[in-house]
């Protein structure tokens, strides 16, 4: 029998303001433990929460940059349940009336399917603390720094069909999300993780079956994997006989598999009712189109309007606009007089074979847009070969370190005396006539060897067209010779 896989998601997004949802704590990851929370956000008797307004604005902006519906009059609701990492025993959330519904998010995956997934819900709401277990002391010790962090959860309708799909998705919301600015979606920091409600049926059929979810995947190389396993476990399950449990699931990185946390044959009663320390939210039209009137340039904006102005392919534009960081490095540098071009080509190469190498992003590298610029314009001008200045940009890339300086200080600077070109191509001759007769014999391997011979001697600072040039016109000389 033919299987399909169903999958919908919830995302939990950290939202980027320097103070939590509530209060005035600090938002900023890491920390000593519980030096971050304050009596507002630790639910303490007395206090009463206050609504940030930059959380309010970043949700709708992320609404309207999902082609969501704004609700025009929403409320918070009180989801009441207890577990350690929340002291007070309930969570300020939004159930009845979510920020925004119905939005839409168009997808392309690297095989070529285009589709369009759709958002049931984004509403807002306030993280939990964090558990931290001592395997040592056989102890579980309570973090409450993340408590009050303002997230937006965005929920999806049941419309993935493969896990190619959803890293697809999730893609374009972190690039959307990072384009708005709302938040620097850091996986490795829990800014961005993803809850992934999974089940299978047989292909055709329009029934779902029984869904498991696998909680807080914050890799996309973790949310692939998980799928590709959960998807072949409850598929052996049914043709064995057995039947799928609904059930919260944990995914292991190590053992490579999900494991059972808890069922969920019977939802939850969390007792949801309205906030009542919070007052409902009217959004007016006017608020709504400040809002939208501020949106940023997008990323598909960015490329149509890469290849219209700079004549790049969409091959170009859609590896440069991929992080809004980089976006903004390549404008910079052909703002600062770079070919576009060649710009592109130095980032698509370089910079991202760098930040990968390193594990960075676009945004956390130090390399300024200035210093690509000088390299470029070294190359151009002819004062560094292009492999030469390969070397230079990882040499300085780390530290945004002196390209002239690091140049002079390694003897760099490439050799453009026509006498000394000359010159080597002489001495490579003379040390390697066998070559030479191999090539007037038809062995065009050995032009390939000359070349290679006359840069070892000027120790890869010379022009590798000028050698070039030099080596043949010598081997056109040399065969003049024996023709006569």
């Not at 869904?211 to 409850?234: H, P, V």
């Not at 053992?255 to 007792?271: C, G």
């Not at 370089?350 to 690509?372: C, F, I, N, Y």
């Not at 191999?438 to 000027?458: C, I, N, P, T």
Request: glycine fraction near 8%; charge should be negative.
């Amino acid at each position: 029998m033919t299987w399909e896989t169903v999958i919908g998601l919830e995302t939990h997004v950290e939202l980027a303001t320097k103070t939590k949802i509530f209060c005035s704590c600090t938002t900023a990851f890491g920390g000593e433990a519980n030096t971050h929370c304050c009596p507002v956000c630790t639910g303490m008797p007395g206090t009463l929460p206050v609504l940030n307004e930059s959380v309010l604005e970043f949700a709708v902006k992320a609404g309207l940059a999902l082609n969501g519906d704004i609700t025009r009059f929403c409320r918070f609701d009180r989801k009441n349940y207890f577990y350690p990492d929340l002291p007070k025993a309930y969570q300020i959330s939004q159930l009845y009336l979510p920020i925004v519904r119905d939005g839409r998010v168009p997808i392309r995956t690297p095989s070529g399917l285009e589709k369009v997934i759709r958002i049931h819900e984004l509403h807002m709401e306030e993280d939990a603390g964090k558990l931290v277990h001592d395997p040592w002391l056989d102890q579980t010790k309570c973090d409450y720094n993340r408590c009050g962090v303002p997230l937006i959860e965005i929920v999806t309708e049941p419309d993935f069909r493969s896990a190619e799909e959803v890293v697809a998705y999730l893609e374009k919301l972190r690039s959307t999300l990072q384009y708005l600015g709302v938040s620097d979606c850091k996986m490795q920091e829990g800014s961005l993780r993803c809850d992934v409600n999974l089940s299978v049926r047989p292909a055709g059929s329009e029934e779902l079956g029984t869904r498991t979810e696998m909680k807080n995947l914050n890799s996309f190389k973790a949310i692939s994997r998980s799928i590709a396993y959960e998807t072949r476990r409850q598929i052996e399950l049914i043709e064995e006989g057995k039947r799928v449990i609904q059930e919260t699931r944990r995914w292991d990185d190590n053992k490579d598999a999900t494991f059972a946390m808890r069922s969920k044959e019977n939802a939850q009663d969390y007792r949801y009712f309205p906030e009542p320390d919070i007052p409902p939210l009217e959004l007016s039209e006017e608020y709504l189109d400040h809002l939208r009137a501020g949106l940023p340039e997008m990323a598909e904006e960015k490329m149509t309007r890469y290849q219209a102005d700079y004549g790049l392919p969409e091959y170009d534009t859609q590896m440069l606009t991929g992080q809004k960081a980089l976006a903004d490095f390549f404008e910079s540098t052909v703002a600062l007089g770079a070919d576009p071009k060649q710009a592109a080509n130095w980032i698509m190469g370089q910079v991202l074979g760098q930040l990968s190498a390193r594990g960075l992003e676009a945004k956390d590298m130090k390399l300024s847009p200035r210093t690509l610029v000088h390299l470029i314009e070294l190359v151009r001008t002819g004062k560094l070969n292009r492999n030469t200045a390969v070397k230079v940009f990882e040499a300085v890339f780390a530290d945004d370190g002196d390209v002239d300086g690091y140049v002079k200080a390694h003897g760099l600077e490439q050799v453009s005396d026509p006498g000394a070109v000359a010159g080597a191509v002489e001495a490579a001759f003379a040390a390697n006539p066998q070559s030479v007769a191999d090539f007037h014999s038809g062995k065009e391997k050995a032009f390939g060897f000359l070349v290679g011979q006359v840069m070892r001697q000027l120790k890869g600072r010379a022009d590798p067209k000028a050698v070039n040039e030099a080596v043949r016109k010598k081997l056109d000389e040399a065969k003049c010779g024996l023709d006569k």
